[in-house]
């Protein structure tokens, strides 16, 4: 069963615009972690945030924000005034607890294309 | 602090071969990840080492095998090869039984098998 997914297969906006990347999860576990990383076209992922599954507060770094609703298992990401360097693949990622090893369970990704 | 290095960053093997990826952790880092991304999918959990020892595997024969030394750097082996097999392969370090860290990727080796 998928357990992160992420519907949009690739995105495309003009530079300046406000896009938001929908990631929606599943688990039983009650404690878990989300992450959210970017894959650059040189390959390596860089990570972006960790939510654990207690914390809905929203957070922005800059132009970037995320919402976490566990109502709806969702962890969507914000990227307001969008510039071409944010260009990349994005991955929604879960870590349950109750996997020892912690490990990360990814979405299919979505690639964001920023266009000039 | 050093971070998540692999190699080779690059890799054409033929069917049937063996391959053996590297990678050395961050500075700190007591646990490694492996995981296998191929083209347009996201990254696959292939296993975990932590202090040398195995701690968890995903899907994946038992041709797929791993170690992990002393100062934590790790290998991943891959016997009799098949075409399936080409993909990115990422590393990953982090602090173990601590879900609440990240996990540092390497820049990955890209393996392809023809």
């Known amino acids: 069963a998928q357990k992160v997914t992420q519907a949009q297969t690739e995105i495309s906006v003009v530079e300046k615009e406000d896009v938001t990347l929908d990631c929606v999860y599943e688990?039983?576990?009650?404690?878990?972690?989300l992450f959210w990383y970017k894959q650059p076209p040189s390959g390596e992922l860089v990570f972006l945030i960790r939510?654990?599954?207690?914390d809905e507060q929203n957070e922005i770094s800059g132009r970037y924000s995320w919402n976490f609703q566990k109502s709806t298992s969702s962890f969507n990401f914000t990227i307001t005034a969008s510039q071409v360097v944010d260009s990349a693949v994005y991955f929604c990622?879960?870590?349950?607890?109750?996997?020892?090893?912690?490990?990360?369970?990814w979405g299919a990704g979505t690639k964001l294309i920023i266009k000039p | 602090e050093t971070g998540v290095t692999q190699s080779p960053t690059h890799l054409i093997k033929t069917r049937g071969q063996q391959v053996t990826l590297r990678c050395s952790s961050q500075?700190?880092?007591?646990?490694v990840s492996w995981y296998q991304q191929a083209l347009g999918q996201g990254p696959q959990f292939i296993f975990q080492?932590?202090?040398?020892?195995?701690?968890g595997r995903g899907n994946f024969p038992p041709r797929f095998s791993g170690l992990q030394f002393p100062n934590y750097s790790s290998e991943l082996n891959v016997n009799a090869l098949e075409l399936d097999d080409s993909a990115l392969y990422l590393c990953?370090?982090?602090?173990?039984?601590?879900?609440?860290?990240?996990?540092?990727f390497g820049q990955g080796t890209r393996l392809t098998v023809v």
């Open positions: 990953a370090s982090s602090l173990a039984r601590q879900g609440n860290t990240e996990a540092f």
């Open positions: 688990t039983r576990d009650t404690t878990y972690y």
């Open positions: 990622a879960l870590s349950e607890v109750s996997r020892s090893n912690y490990q990360l369970i």
């Open positions: 939510r654990n599954s207690f």
């Open positions: 500075s700190g880092h007591n646990t």
């Open positions: 080492y932590y202090r040398e020892e195995e701690n």
